[in-house]
């Protein structure tokens, strides 16, 4: 009906049209037509009112034509310009209904035609309302351009100028409009901003996720998501996203790549942001199966692109550049790795590291040594220098230190294993670097940088490699493992014959044991292998494998909010180590 109310509007306009371009200003003298196309239009418009109120196509047609016919009659130069402008009066008032509504609050005119290819729970989204309107302004764009199109004087021969100014017109409608209509809503899907919508259901929300998938986040996703919901909603169905489209299956794929088994309003609660899906799942509260790392994605996949700002991006320095030691290939035989964790490897992260190492460099064909400081009998230094005096190269302590020494010096590669502790090193690890001191003689050497060193005491076993390893629980390497690097850098510049090879941070360390972070485990126990196997077979480690440990998979702010409700899981209730999952 509706449409019918629209139809016979424009037919009455265009009736109008076609006597105006015959008679031209004489046309007002034909009252009976005229006054019969004004109160059809008006009865039109009035019914129009009455059973629909806001159909602002009819009433933006309608009214300008009213107004227009009407001042034939009482504004005699208005009416005038109006009879000789039908088609143009025609396309402003198209323009301002395109125009208009949203200006005030209104829903753009085309959500009524794009409503039709999208499931209700979709067209009810923001998201779909602020698509709407960049097109509905599109479409006033095309309106001004038909507009422009009409009252241009083409030529000085009537019937041609008349052609002309109602063909051209046509041509942005059809070919601009149809793109408008047919591609735009679908290309701006899951890329406009809005907030996101709260759904009702898990079925709206269901059937609305493919629409929704935000474009920019599910770049590189290949993944199938199989939902296995109880309770109030029992759904059963999968998401495969792939090539940046989601598609919803209802039913049971065989071999999903992660499984959901949750109550539905447990499920929708999570989805609408009302409670911490970390918490839940903590709590035990819904399953997950197989590859657990969509978990940390899924809600960013489907949020729409926010217009709030986005987490700050702190201006970094140039990194700076350090050239790392290399070696020739296969220098490397003997390697000792000194672990100054108080944790065992089943717990340690930094072990972790160097465990893996380990693996590759076993695989390479080297012999590594390793060494428990903790297990180990080192007394603290008392500076009594007698190692530089009395005793030259030994230590007034007669504890494990003597052959510890002795392996250090003697190893191509030494690796300092450290968790980060106050940003520095351990205390074990640190009274261990102190207790190097009768490897070195007194006196004081300038290298070519300029820097002041002591000389080796063994020159004669040669250049010598050295690694650092540590893991922090803060998810950032600057101005959190500074202290630690400095230290290093400076063993490095500050050593005659011991060069660093490299290094390895682990950030936000303690949270990689949750089932979530399997990938990122993965990522850097590969790393570290790899690493061990190039140092040795190569002679030196490649930036991009020191660089694995400490690339987060997921934003600061979700870091916090995950640490934050861990711990307060434990806080005065349970004892960490008996409580977290081991990392081996
Ligand atoms: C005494 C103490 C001090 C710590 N200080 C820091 C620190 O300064 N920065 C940081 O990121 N993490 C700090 N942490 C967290 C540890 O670095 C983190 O738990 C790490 O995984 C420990 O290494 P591990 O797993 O090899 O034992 C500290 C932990 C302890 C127990």
């Given at each position: 009906?509706?449409?019918?109310?629209?139809?016979?509007?424009?037919?009455?306009?265009?009736?109008?049209?076609?006597?105006?371009?015959?008679?031209?200003?004489?046309?007002?003298?034909?009252?009976?037509?005229?006054?019969?196309?004004?109160?059809?239009?008006?009865?039109?418009?009035?019914?129009?009112?009455?059973?629909?109120?806001?159909?602002?196509?009819?009433i933006?047609?309608?009214?300008?034509?009213?107004?227009?016919?009407?001042?034939?009659?009482?504004?005699?130069?208005?009416?005038?310009?109006?009879v000789?402008?039908?088609?143009?009066?025609?396309?402003?008032?198209?323009?301002?209904?395109?125009?208009?509504?949203?200006?005030?609050?209104?829903?753009?005119?085309?959500?009524?035609?794009?409503?039709?290819?999208?499931?209700?729970?979709?067209?009810?989204?923001?998201?779909?309302?602020?698509?709407?309107?960049?097109?509905?302004?599109?479409?006033?764009?095309?309106?001004?351009?038909?507009?422009?199109?009409?009252?241009?004087?083409?030529?000085?021969?009537k019937?041609?100028n008349?052609?002309?100014?109602?063909?051209?017109?046509?041509?942005?409608?059809?070919?601009?409009?149809?793109?408008?209509?047919?591609?735009?809503?679908?290309?701006?899907?899951?890329?406009?901003?809005?907030?996101?919508?709260?759904?009702?259901?898990?079925?709206?929300?269901?059937?609305?996720?493919?629409?929704?998938?935000?474009?920019?986040?599910?770049?590189?996703?290949?993944?199938?998501?199989?939902?296995?919901?109880?309770?109030?909603?029992?759904?059963?169905?999968?998401?495969t996203?792939?090539?940046?489209?989601?598609?919803?299956?209802?039913?049971?794929?065989?071999?999903?790549?992660?499984?959901?088994?949750?109550?539905?309003?447990?499920?929708?609660?999570?989805?609408?942001?009302?409670?911490?899906?970390d918490?839940?799942?903590?709590?035990?509260?819904?399953?997950?199966?197989?590859?657990?790392?969509?978990?940390?994605?899924?809600?960013?996949?489907?949020a729409?692109?926010?217009?709030?700002?986005?987490?700050?991006?702190?201006?970094?320095?140039?990194?700076?550049?350090?050239?790392?030691?290399?070696?020739?290939?296969?220098?490397?035989?003997?390697?000792?790795?000194?672990?100054?964790?108080?944790?065992?490897?089943k717990?340690?992260?930094?072990?972790?590291?160097?465990?893996?190492?380990?693996?590759?460099?076993?695989?390479?064909?080297?012999?590594?040594?390793?060494?428990?400081?903790?297990?180990?009998?080192?007394?603290?230094?008392s500076?009594?220098?007698?190692?530089?005096?009395?005793?030259?190269?030994?230590?007034?302590?007669?504890?494990?230190?003597?052959?510890?020494?002795?392996?250090?010096?003697?190893?191509?590669?030494?690796?300092?294993?450290s968790?980060?502790?106050?940003?520095?090193?351990?205390?074990?690890?640190?009274?261990?670097?102190?207790?190097?001191?009768?490897?070195?003689?007194?006196?004081?050497?300038?290298?070519?940088?300029?820097?002041?060193?002591?000389?080796?005491?063994?020159?004669?076993?040669?250049e010598?490699?050295?690694?650092?390893?540590?893991?922090?629980?803060f998810?950032?390497?600057?101005?959190?493992?500074?202290?630690?690097?400095?230290?290093?850098?400076?063993?490095?510049?500050?050593?005659?014959?011991?060069?660093?090879?490299?290094?390895?941070?682990?950030?936000?360390?303690?949270?990689?044991?949750?089932?979530?972070?399997?990938?990122?485990?993965e990522?850097?126990?590969?790393?570290?292998?790899?690493?061990?196997?190039?140092?040795?077979?190569?002679?030196?480690?490649?930036?991009?494998?020191?660089?694995?440990?400490?690339?987060?998979?997921?934003?600061?702010?979700?870091?916090?909010?995950?640490?934050?409700?861990?711990?307060?899981?434990?806080?005065?209730?349970?004892?960490?180590?008996?409580?977290v999952?081991?990392?081996?």
């Amino acid at each position: 009906m509706k449409l019918i109310n629209r139809i016979i509007a424009l037919t009455l306009v265009m009736t109008f049209n076609i006597i105006a371009q015959v008679k031209h200003y004489e046309v007002r003298e034909l009252y009976l037509i005229v006054i019969g196309i004004l109160g059809l239009l008006i009865i039109n418009l009035i019914v129009n009112i009455v059973k629909y109120k806001k159909d602002f196509i009819t009433i933006g047609i309608s009214t300008i034509s009213i107004i227009g016919i009407i001042s034939i009659y009482l504004f005699p130069i208005l009416g005038e310009i109006y009879v000789k402008n039908v088609i143009a009066f025609f396309y402003l008032s198209l323009l301002l209904i395109a125009l208009l509504p949203q200006l005030f609050n209104q829903e753009p005119f085309t959500i009524e035609i794009s409503k039709g290819g999208y499931p209700e729970s979709v067209t009810k989204t923001e998201q779909f309302l602020n698509i709407n309107i960049l097109i509905a302004y599109l479409w006033a764009l095309i309106f001004l351009m038909a507009l422009v199109l009409t009252i241009i004087p083409y030529s000085s021969d009537k019937l041609l100028n008349t052609i002309l100014s109602t063909a051209l017109p046509i041509i942005p409608q059809v070919t601009i409009g149809i793109f408008a209509a047919v591609r735009l809503p679908k290309y701006l899907m899951g890329r406009v901003k809005a907030k996101p919508y709260k759904f009702e259901s898990i079925e709206d929300m269901f059937m609305a996720m493919p629409y929704g998938l935000n474009k920019s986040e599910a770049k590189g996703v290949d993944t199938l998501v199989q939902f296995c919901l109880m309770g109030k909603e029992k759904v059963e169905g999968y998401f495969t996203i792939k090539d940046q489209i989601c598609t919803y299956t209802k039913g049971k794929h065989k071999n999903p790549v992660t499984k959901i088994i949750s109550d539905s309003k447990l499920w929708l609660d999570i989805s609408n942001g009302d409670i911490s899906g970390d918490e839940e799942y903590l709590k035990g509260n819904y399953q997950v199966e197989g590859d657990m790392s969509i978990l940390l994605t899924f809600g960013k996949l489907f949020a729409p692109p926010s217009s709030t700002i986005k987490e700050k991006k702190i201006k970094k320095n140039k990194r700076e550049v350090f050239e790392y030691k290399k070696f020739e290939p296969k220098k490397i035989k003997n390697i000792v790795i000194f672990d100054g964790g108080p944790r065992n490897n089943k717990f340690s992260k930094t072990t972790f590291m160097t465990d893996n190492f380990t693996k590759g460099a076993i695989e390479a064909g080297a012999n590594v040594e390793y060494i428990k400081l903790s297990k180990m009998d080192i007394k603290n230094c008392s500076g009594c220098y007698n190692c530089w005096t009395k005793t030259p190269g030994e230590c007034i302590y007669k504890d494990d230190m003597t052959e510890l020494r002795r392996k250090y010096r003697e190893a191509d590669l030494v690796v300092f294993s450290s968790p980060l502790y106050i940003f520095n090193v351990t205390g074990t690890m640190k009274t261990f670097m102190d207790r190097l001191l009768p490897i070195m003689k007194p006196y004081m050497l300038s290298d070519k940088y300029g820097n002041t060193l002591h000389p080796d005491r063994f020159p004669e076993l040669g250049e010598q490699g050295f690694l650092v390893f540590s893991s922090g629980g803060f998810p950032e390497v600057e101005h959190n493992f500074d202290g630690l690097k400095a230290m290093y850098h400076g063993w490095n510049s500050h050593s005659e014959n011991a060069h660093l090879m490299g290094e390895f941070y682990l950030t936000a360390s303690e949270i990689i044991v949750q089932p979530v972070y399997s990938k990122r485990r993965e990522l850097i126990s590969e790393a570290c292998q790899k690493a061990g196997k190039q140092v040795v077979e190569d002679g030196y480690i490649s930036q991009e494998l020191m660089d694995v440990p400490s690339k987060l998979n997921i934003t600061k702010e979700i870091f916090k909010s995950q640490a934050d409700m861990f711990w307060s899981t434990m806080d005065g209730k349970k004892a960490y180590l008996s409580s977290v999952p081991r990392i081996k």
